[in-house]
């Protein structure tokens, strides 16, 4: 089971940037999509943002333009770069890995947006 381990989180203030790694125990490449979710207290989780094998991304509607995914298959990382950040933007972001019927999650890294 390949391990992931999400950094980068933080507090800011609303309109600064953060930017998350997810560094993987193995290479990323076969893995069909890695994504980043995020889940708020007493919500559900979310996906925020993804990309897929060829390189498409996609992203949820609330982050669009303002958050970027990528990713390194030289450092087995996926980042997701975060500007413009809002109060509502405040999770426990968490990077996953989806290959066939299976996937792995990291542990989270917590995002606090201070207004």
């Known amino acids: 089971q390949v391990q992931l381990v999400e950094s980068g989180g933080g507090l800011v203030q609303a309109g600064e940037s953060l930017k998350l790694s997810c560094i993987a125990s193995e290479s990323i490449l076969r893995f069909n999509t890695m994504a980043w979710y995020r889940q708020a207290p007493g919500n559900r989780r979310d996906l925020v943002a993804k990309?897929?094998?060829?390189?498409?991304?996609n992203y949820a509607d609330s982050v669009k333009g303002r958050f970027t995914i990528s990713r390194s298959s030289a450092e087995n990382t996926v980042y997701l770069q975060m500007d413009n950040l809002k109060p509502e933007d405040t999770a426990v972001y968490f990077c996953?890995?989806?290959?066939?019927?299976?996937?792995?999650w990291g542990r989270g890294t917590q995002v606090t947006v201070s207004s």
């Open positions: 996953a890995a989806h290959w066939s019927q299976s996937t792995s």
């Open positions: 990309i897929t094998y060829p390189g498409r991304t």
